[in-house]
C-alpha cells in the first residue's frame, strides 16, 4: 500500500483547494470506520517519483461550535493514526485561530511527521505576515498558495522525504 498524507485543519484554510490542485485521480473510499470516512475524500498523487495517496479532510456537519469542534477532533486523531506524514493548514488571512490552536495541540502529540503550511501566501506582502505562525509551536513553517500553486513544490519536496 503506499503511503498517506492527510491534509488537516480548520474549515475555510483551503484544504480542499490544494487537495484538487495535487491529486491525478480519485480513490474509492475504504471505509475502516462508518460514519467518518464520509468526511473524507481519498485521492493519489506522486513527486519525485514517489507515489502517494492524499486525504482531504472536512466536509463537518453544521450544528453548535461544539460540535464543529468536535469533528476536526476526530479527523485530526484519524489522521494522526493512519498517515504517514500530516499537512497542518492554516490560514494567513485570518491568522492564528483557537482552532488552529487546539489542532496544534492535537498534533504535537502525534509521532507523525506534521507539516504546518500556511496558506493563502499569494504575495510577498503575505511571506512576511506568515511568521506569526511560529506562535503555533512547530520548528519551521511551509508557505504556499492553494490558488496559484506556489510554495506547493517545496512543500512536496520536503514530505517525499519522509515516506
Ligand atoms: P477548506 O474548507 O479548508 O477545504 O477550504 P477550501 O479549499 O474550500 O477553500 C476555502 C476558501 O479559501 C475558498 O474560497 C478558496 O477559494 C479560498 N482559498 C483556498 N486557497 C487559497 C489561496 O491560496 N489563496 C487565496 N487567496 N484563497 C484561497
Ligand atoms: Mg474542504
Do not use: C
Not at 475504504?30 to 485521492?43: E, M
Not at 482531504?56 to 504517514?84: H, M, N, P, R, W
Amino acid at each position: 500500500m503506499s503511503a498517506i498524507v492527510a491534509i488537516v485543519g480548520r474549515p475555510n484554510v483551503g484544504k480542499s483547494t490544494l487537495f484538487n490542485r495535487l491529486i491525478k485521480r480519485r480513490e474509492a473510499i475504504v471505509d475502516a470506520v462508518s460514519g467518518v470516512t464520509r468526511d473524507r475524500h481519498y485521492g493519489k498523487t506522486d513527486w519525485n517519483g514517489k507515489e502517494f495517496s492524499i486525504i482531504d479532510t472536512g466536509g463537518y456537519v453544521v450544528g453548535s461550535d461544539d460540535v464543529f469542534e468536535q469533528e476536526i477532533d476526530k479527523q485530526v486523531e484519524l489522521a494522526i493514526e493512519e498517515a504517514d506524514a500530516i499537512i497542518f493548514m492554516v490560514d494567513v488571512e485570518a491568522g492564528i485561530t483557537g482552532m488552529d490552536e487546539a489542532v496544534a495541540h492535537l498534533l504535537r502529540k502525534s509521532k507523525k511527521p506534521v507539516f504546518l503550511t500556511v496558506n493563502k501566501v499569494d504575495n510577498a506582502m503575505r511571506e512576511a505576515d506568515a511568521v506569526e505562525f511560529y506562535g503555533l509551536g512547530f520548528q519551521e513553517y511551509y508557505t504556499l498558495s492553494g490558488i496559484n500553486g506556489s510554495g506547493t513544490g517545496e512543500l512536496l519536496d520536503a514530505i517525499v522525504e519522509v515516506l
